[in-house]
């Protein structure tokens, strides 16, 4: 970074091995720790909620806010840790991964998300599209020790990610899932491979896993695996989430958003108590204020690697993004 943009800091102290921590000292005598992502603006308690889907859609609800259709569910080997504590306590409404087929055929049908609370990055996150794929996840989960899940329905919109920062829009962009093309000539796991020399080439640290099981269970509801070679033209998703550290892209759309939506991650960083967020927005059409939406999920550390890589301008756009963070005083001034 060029000296003499940070004009609010006296001094910055950086961990020399990794550059992971660093503590900033401001013009009036404060303070602020930076520890990776997470640029110190928002206090823990906010970012906690933020982290845990289940509570977040909580959140969501109170103030009004549309959200996907789902709910928590605990798995097995952390309710025989807590199980009987609670209904000790009176909680009787403590609902298990056993109570999940019951609740989808009755409340929204095959299929949904599957998603550990705490998960980031699209980590671990499975659609399921009948009850036996349903008992292999929860399966999966119970085996690493994941504690507390969200069953969650689809949203077949449009998926974005709005950063606000105190209220004001940093950037807005189209997610785009992980997506290879065919030529007629290559294999899925040969195209996979060309589209991570593509993003090594670019520096995005993105690993790109053929043998990843979404990619399995998603090409196999079409017959497929990534030895099949796709027709020329031909657009496969491969996983069916829109994270860029998942492998997808992004398409700016800073300049073309309404400031409905805009409002709305103000509205919710408001809310929940966070001075910075990334909201992650399902969207029928962005550039339209009465178009239905559905809010999957708040960020607090929204980390913004991914999409400056995407082009100059967003290179850009995130240098600013960063001034403009690390000159905001701390919290209280």
């Given at each position: 970074?060029?000296?003499?943009?940070l004009?609010?800091?006296v001094?910055?102290?950086?961990?020399?091995?990794?550059?992971?921590?660093?503590?900033?000292?401001?013009?009036?005598?404060?303070?602020r720790?930076?520890?990776?992502?997470?640029?110190?603006?928002?206090?823990a308690?906010?970012?906690?909620?933020?982290?845990?889907?289940?509570?977040?859609?909580?959140?969501l609800?109170?103030?009004?806010?549309?959200?996907?259709?789902?709910?928590?569910?605990?798995?097995?080997?952390?309710?025989?840790?807590?199980?009987?504590?609670?209904?000790?306590?009176?909680?009787?409404?403590?609902?298990?991964?056993?109570?999940?087929?019951?609740y989808?055929?009755?409340?929204?049908?095959?299929?949904v998300?599957?998603?550990?609370?705490?998960?980031?990055?699209?980590?671990?996150i499975?659609?399921?599209?009948?009850?036996?794929e349903?008992?292999?996840?929860?399966?999966?989960?119970?085996?690493?020790?994941?504690?507390?899940?969200?069953?969650?329905?689809?949203?077949?919109m449009?998926?974005?990610?709005?950063?606000?920062?105190?209220?004001?829009?940093?950037?807005?962009?189209r997610?785009?899932?992980?997506?290879?093309?065919?030529?007629?000539?290559?294999t899925?796991?040969?195209?996979?491979?060309?589209?991570?020399?593509?993003y090594?080439?670019?520096?995005?640290?993105?690993?790109?896993?053929?043998?990843?099981?979404?990619?399995?269970?998603?090409?196999?509801?079409?017959?497929?695996?990534v030895?099949?070679?796709p027709e020329?033209?031909?657009?496969?998703?491969?996983?069916?989430?829109?994270?860029?550290s998942?492998?997808?892209?992004?398409e700016?759309?800073?300049?073309?958003?309404?400031?409905?939506?805009?409002?709305?991650?103000?509205?919710?960083s408001?809310?929940?108590?966070?001075?910075?967020?990334?909201?992650?927005?399902a969207c029928?059409?962005?550039?339209?204020?009465?178009?239905?939406y559905?809010?999957?999920?708040?960020?607090?550390?929204?980390?913004?690697?991914?999409?400056?890589?995407?082009?100059?301008?967003?290179?850009?756009?995130?240098?600013?993004?960063?001034?403009k963070?690390?000159?905001?005083?701390?919290a209280?001034?």
């Amino acid at each position: 970074m060029k000296k003499g943009l940070l004009t609010n800091v006296v001094s910055v102290d950086i961990e020399p091995d990794y550059g992971y921590v660093a503590r900033l000292t401001y013009l009036n005598g404060l303070h602020r720790i930076t520890y990776g992502n997470d640029l110190g603006l928002n206090n823990a308690a906010a970012c906690d909620l933020a982290k845990d889907k289940g509570h977040a859609k909580f959140m969501l609800r109170t103030i009004g806010v549309e959200c996907p259709a789902g709910d928590e569910f605990i798995l097995p080997w952390w309710e025989e840790m807590i199980g009987q504590t609670q209904r000790e306590r009176g909680n009787t409404s403590l609902r298990t991964t056993d109570d999940i087929p019951d609740y989808i055929e009755q409340q929204m049908g095959y299929p949904v998300y599957l998603k550990p609370v705490s998960g980031s990055k699209g980590g671990d996150i499975f659609t399921v599209q009948n009850r036996a794929e349903l008992e292999m996840v929860v399966e999966l989960y119970n085996e690493k020790r994941i504690r507390v899940i969200v069953v969650e329905a689809p949203v077949k919109m449009p998926d974005y990610r709005v950063v606000v920062l105190d209220g004001e829009l940093i950037s807005a962009y189209r997610r785009v899932p992980l997506t290879v093309v065919g030529d007629g000539v290559h294999t899925i796991k040969e195209l996979l491979a060309q589209l991570q020399q593509r993003y090594d080439d670019e520096g995005r640290d993105t690993q790109l896993n053929p043998d990843d099981e979404r990619i399995r269970r998603h090409l196999a509801q079409d017959n497929m695996t990534v030895t099949d070679i796709p027709e020329a033209g031909r657009s496969l998703v491969l996983v069916p989430i829109s994270n860029l550290s998942a492998g997808g892209t992004s398409e700016d759309i800073t300049d073309s958003i309404h400031e409905r939506w805009t409002n709305l991650a103000a509205q919710i960083s408001e809310n929940f108590n966070l001075r910075l967020i990334g909201l992650d927005l399902a969207c029928e059409d962005i550039t339209s204020p009465t178009a239905k939406y559905s809010v999957i999920e708040v960020n607090s550390s929204p980390g913004l690697d991914h999409y400056a890589l995407s082009g100059d301008a967003q290179k850009e756009l995130v240098d600013q993004f960063y001034i403009k963070i690390l000159n905001a005083l701390p919290a209280g001034v």
